[in-house]
C-alpha cells in the first residue's frame, strides 16, 4: 500500500512537472464551437440513416445548430487559457485525495482480481417485452404496454430496437408525452449515456407538452453537465427539486447530480 502510494505520487508529481514547463497556450473558443456544432450536425445525419429521427427532425436541429454557430461569432471571450498549472496542480491533488480516502475505506490490495461478468439476458425482461408485445397486438395504443416493451428492450440491450418502436409509437400517438420522454431515454441508452440531438430533440418535444415533467428536464441538466457546464445544469435541476416532493422517484438522481455539479464547481470546472 505504501509502495503504491509513493509510485503514484510520483507519477503525479512527474506530470506536474511537465505541465508547469508547459507555456500557457491561447486557444480560439468560437473555433471550438464550430467544430462541436459540426459534429453534432454529422450525428444527425447518423441518426437519420438509422431511422431514430426523421428528415423534418433532423432540419429543425440542424437549423438550430446553425443559429447556435452564428451567435457564437458574436462571442468577444474568443481566447481561453488552455493549461494552467497551478489549477491543474489543485485538480490532480483533490482527485488524489478523495481516491486515496475511497481505497482506504474499501480498498483491498489483497483481493484476487475478478473478470467483469459477462452481459447476461434478463429472464424477467424477455417475458415482459413478450407480453407487453402480445398486448400491443391486441391494443397498438395502449400507451403503458409501448413503455413497457421498449423498457424491457433496454434492459435486454436492444436499444435500437427500442428507439424504432418508440419512433413508430409517438408518430402514430403524437400527444402523449411519456412514449416521447421514453423515446429519448431509449436514444440515451442506445448512445451509451450521451444525450445527443436526436435524444434532446424527443425530451423537447415532451418538455412542451408538459413543461413540468421531470424528465425532459432531467436529461436537460443532465445533457449541460456532459457540456461541463455545471452552472446551467444547477439551473434546471434546483427548481426541478423545489418542484418535486421529496420522496419522487427520480429525487435521490437530483440530490446526486445537484452534488456533482457543485462538486465540479468547487473544483473550478466549467467556471469561466
Same mark, same amino acid.
Given at each position: ?12 508529481? &512527474? ?21 462541436? @456544432?459540426? =459534429? ?6 447518423? *441518426? ?10 433532423? #432540419?429543425? +436541429? ?15 471571450? @474568443?481566447?481561453?487559457?488552455? =493549461? ?34 459477462? !452481459? ?5 425482461? +424477455? *417475458? ?6 402480445? +398486448? ?22 436492444? =436499444? ?28 440515451? &441508452?442506445?448512445?451509451? /449515456? ?6 434532446? !430533440?424527443?425530451?423537447? @418535444? &415532451?418538455?412542451?407538452?408538459?413543461? #413540468? @415533467? ?11 453537465? +456532459? ?6 445544469? !444547477? ?6 427539486? #423545489?418542484? *418535486? ?24 470546472? /466549467?467556471?469561466?
Amino acid at each position: 500500500m505504501i509502495l503504491l502510494s509513493v509510485i503514484i505520487s510520483l507519477l503525479i508529481a &512527474a506530470v506536474l512537472w511537465a505541465v508547469a514547463r508547459t507555456p500557457v497556450v491561447l486557444v480560439d473558443r468560437h473555433a471550438e464551437e464550430l467544430f462541436l @456544432h459540426k =459534429t453534432e450536425i454529422e450525428k444527425l445525419g447518423q *441518426s437519420k440513416q438509422l431511422g431514430m429521427i426523421t428528415e423534418e427532425d433532423v #432540419k429543425q +436541429q440542424t437549423i438550430d445548430l446553425q443559429r447556435r454557430m452564428l451567435r457564437s461569432r458574436h462571442d468577444k471571450n @474568443h481566447i481561453a487559457r488552455l =493549461t494552467d498549472p497551478k489549477e491543474f496542480g489543485i485538480l490532480i491533488g483533490v482527485i488524489m485525495l478523495v481516491g486515496s480516502a475511497v481505497y482506504l475505506q474499501y480498498g483491498n490490495p489483497a483481493a484476487a482480481d475478478h473478470p467483469a461478468p459477462a !452481459l447476461l439476458k434478463s429472464p424477467q425482461a +424477455q *417475458s415482459k417485452y413478450t407480453a407487453a408485445r402480445d +398486448q400491443l397486438l391486441k391494443q397498438p395504443d395502449d400507451v403503458n404496454a409501448w413503455l413497457v416493451m421498449s423498457a424491457a428492450l433496454v434492459e435486454m440491450g436492444e =436499444t435500437e430496437r427500442a428507439a424504432e418502436a418508440l419512433q413508430k409509437a409517438t408518430e402514430v400517438m403524437p400527444l402523449q408525452v411519456d412514449l416521447w420522454v421514453a423515446r429519448g431515454q431509449a436514444l440515451v &441508452a442506445h448512445a451509451g /449515456g450521451i444525450v445527443t440531438p436526436a435524444a434532446r !430533440l424527443a425530451f423537447d @418535444h &415532451a418538455s412542451t407538452l408538459d413543461p #413540468k @415533467h421531470p424528465g425532459p428536464r432531467l436529461y436537460l441538466a443532465l445533457a449541460w453537465m +456532459q457540456a461541463v457546464q455545471p452552472e446551467e445544469a !444547477l439551473k434546471v435541476l434546483e427548481p426541478l427539486a #423545489k418542484d *418535486s416532493v421529496p420522496d419522487a422517484p427520480w429525487m435521490p438522481k437530483v440530490r446526486r447530480m445537484i452534488n456533482g455539479c457543485k462538486t465540479m464547481l468547487a473544483a473550478g470546472v /466549467g467556471k469561466n
